[in-house]
């Protein structure tokens, strides 16, 4: 049965490794919530991402929790949190997430010093210090989000930091001895610069975080590198042997998508032909003005959209400019915003990824 937007419940086993818990937050841009999954057949456990930091949350995942195999109670019920990028539906849940763990391991052992509590590391693709995207953004909450974290709720790595860096290619072992999937590590940046994607290897699954969603599209911050990342999660199911390949993917917002590869392709053409129509808009003479601008630009392509889809969408052609701009296939005339002017450079190299 294929999952519907509507039909998704709080809690669902997807596989015999994975469990879904909706992070309470619904809303235009995270659809039905962030997803955020639970992995492994007894405790410890791997959680992926822990949503927003709804109050709501924190009862549904104590619930999922509780529902799950009985753990020995000197263990506890999260070994290691993966973080899939900064965005704070993803992150902002992490302090009252690493409370109800520690509130739960302490229940189960009342007269154990809280001090000898097994408390979760925390794992993250590093930003790079120079990343300007990340450190101007009105949206960047993880400072705040880190200064929140309670003390000896994780077990920092041997230079302090609450995150334990995670790399590209890398075979993730969890902190504890336990039934956890096999789970690769892929650096897959673009929609921000420290996203990744996780394979689930015994599932043939590739968790996509915000890279893929399981409804709609998704939005980036670089688009050039969002297509290599898309063409990098591609590839990489194609060279694998086909006992191992990959079919579904678990996205951080919306269903399961049981054809992941042809949906990833999908991606791509749409980001392309979106190029093109770009490039083919700029070959015609203006119909506003002596240049095109950005704005012209949208108005021309989402001519039979609502208006009120222009401005997100104008967003969404920036960056496809930036794009081309950087291939030198097209040169920037001068304004600012949306009012930048554009046009194609004298030689046009077809654009690629």
Do not use: C
């Amino acid at each position: 049965m294929v999952e519907k937007l509507e039909d998704l419940p709080s809690i669902s086993r997807i596989s015999d490794n994975v469990v879904r818990v909706l992070g309470q937050n619904p809303g235009k841009f995270t659809l039905q919530g962030t997803n955020t999954y639970i992995l492994g057949t007894q405790a410890p456990y791997i959680l992926l991402d822990t949503s927003e930091g709804k109050p709501d949350y924190i009862p549904v995942l104590d619930q999922a929790l509780s529902s799950q195999t009985s753990p020995n109670p000197a263990l506890p019920d999260i070994s290691d949190i993966i973080l899939s990028h900064w965005h704070g539906d993803h992150i902002g849940g992490l302090p009252s997430v690493l409370t109800l763990l520690q509130s739960r391991w302490q229940s189960r052992n009342p007269t154990v010093s809280s001090t000898e509590y097994p408390a979760p590391k925390l794992h993250k693709y590093p930003i790079p210090p120079n990343d300007t995207s990340y450190a101007s953004s009105t949206h960047n909450h993880l400072p705040e989000v880190i200064k929140s974290l309670p003390i000896g709720s994780f077990t920092p790595n041997p230079n302090g930091s609450p995150f334990h860096d995670l790399s590209d290619g890398q075979l993730f072992l969890p902190s504890s001895n336990n039934n956890t999937p096999q789970i690769r590590v892929l650096h897959t940046p673009g929609h921000t610069i420290d996203a990744i994607s996780l394979e689930i290897i015994p599932d043939r699954a590739l968790y996509t975080s915000d890279t893929v969603l399981g409804q709609g599209t998704s939005v980036f911050e670089d688009l050039a590198l969002y297509l290599q990342s898309l063409q990098k999660m591609l590839k990489h199911g194609e060279e694998q042997e086909a006992s191992v390949k990959y079919q579904v993917l678990y996205p951080g917002h919306g269903p399961v998508v049981k054809n992941g590869r042809e949906l990833i392709s999908t991606y791509i053409k749409h980001r392309l032909e979106r190029e093109q129509q770009i490039l083919d808009a700029l070959r015609k003479a203006p119909t506003d003005g002596d240049n095109w601008s950005t704005w012209t630009i949208v108005k021309s392509l989402y001519a039979a959209y609502p208006e009120n889809l222009w401005v997100p969408a104008a967003r969404s052609i920036e960056l496809h400019l930036r794009k081309l701009e950087g291939e030198g296939v097209v040169v920037r005339l001068g304004g600012e915003g949306t009012e930048t002017n554009w046009k194609l450079a004298a030689r046009t190299p077809s654009p690629s990824l």
